[in-house]
T-cell receptor, first 115, second 110 residues
Framework: EAQVTQNPRYLITVTGKKLTVTCSQN?????MSWYRQDPGLGLRQIYY???????DKGDVPEGYKVSRKEKRNFPLILESPSPNQTSLYFC??????????????FGEGSRLTVL | QKEVEQNSGPLSVPEGAIASLNCTYS??????FFWYRQYSGKSPELIMS????GDKEDGRFTAQLNKASQYVSLLIRDSQPSDSATYLC??????????FGKGTTLSVSS
């Protein structure tokens, strides 16, 4: 089954404790991206990766890091989480052909609470 | 900052009616447009994509695009209670991201 898998799905942590949200896709997609979704603000892009060689910031990258060491994985790293990073996070991927990024396929989401 | 605007709703329609959802965008060079449906607590799910001016139909859904007016819409015919969700309009920006509107909440009453 074609899918984007995120883990953990739910996490409660404390300020300053480093955490990683993993994202893996099995569709051989070139493009991957992280979004956060907050009430009243909608979906906002954190980082994106056009392919394993190109990664860049989105609209709200502060406090986050990513890496793209292999095509299928695109983890989101919070080095020192703060309460304002409490949010619902989505990883998404796209084939990367035609008008990039094209149709995005989303993971199930990771709900993060930072106390 | 490129913007995608949608009425937040809620848009309420009776079962069997046509629901009309609208979206405007600010970037004149955008070439790709998408409608996603998101149920509460779930991830966005792609419903339609449209790239050319005019109408595109898929089952009960019709997407309409007018690039001159920077306007894209989604019509849902014969609305069902299961269509009750938030509908997100998304526009391709500069080949790096999809920019999403904040969504319109649709409620279909039986």
């Amino acid at each position: 089954e074609a899918q984007v898998t995120q883990n953990p799905r739910y996490l409660i942590t404390v300020t300053g404790k480093k955490l990683t949200v993993t994202c893996s896709q099995n569709m051989n997609h070139e493009y991957m991206s992280w979004y956060r979704q907050d009430p009243g603000l909608g979906l906002r892009q954190i980082y994106y990766s056009m392919n394993v060689e190109v990664t860049d910031k989105g609209d709200v990258p502060e406090g986050y890091k990513v890496s793209r060491k292999e095509k299928r994985n695109f983890p989101l790293i919070l080095e020192s989480p703060s309460p304002n990073q409490t949010s619902l996070y989505f990883c998404a991927s796209s084939l990367g052909e035609g008008p990039i990024p094209g149709e995005l396929f989303f993971g199930e989401g990771s709900r993060l609470t930072v106390l | 900052q490129k913007e995608v605007e949608q009425n937040s709703g809620p848009l309420s329609v009776p079962e069997g009616a046509i629901a009309s959802l609208n979206c405007t965008y600010s970037d004149r060079v955008s070439q790709s447009f998408f409608w996603y449906r998101q149920y509460s607590g779930k991830s966005p799910e792609l419903i339609m994509s449209i790239y050319s001016n005019g109408d595109k139909e898929d089952g009960r859904f019709t997407a309409q695009l007018n690039k001159a007016s920077q306007y894209v819409s989604l019509l849902i015919r014969d609305s069902q209670p299961s269509d009750s969700a938030t509908y997100l309009c998304a526009v391709n920006e500069a080949g790096t991201a999809l920019i999403f509107g904040k969504g319109t909440t649709l409620s279909v009453s039986s």
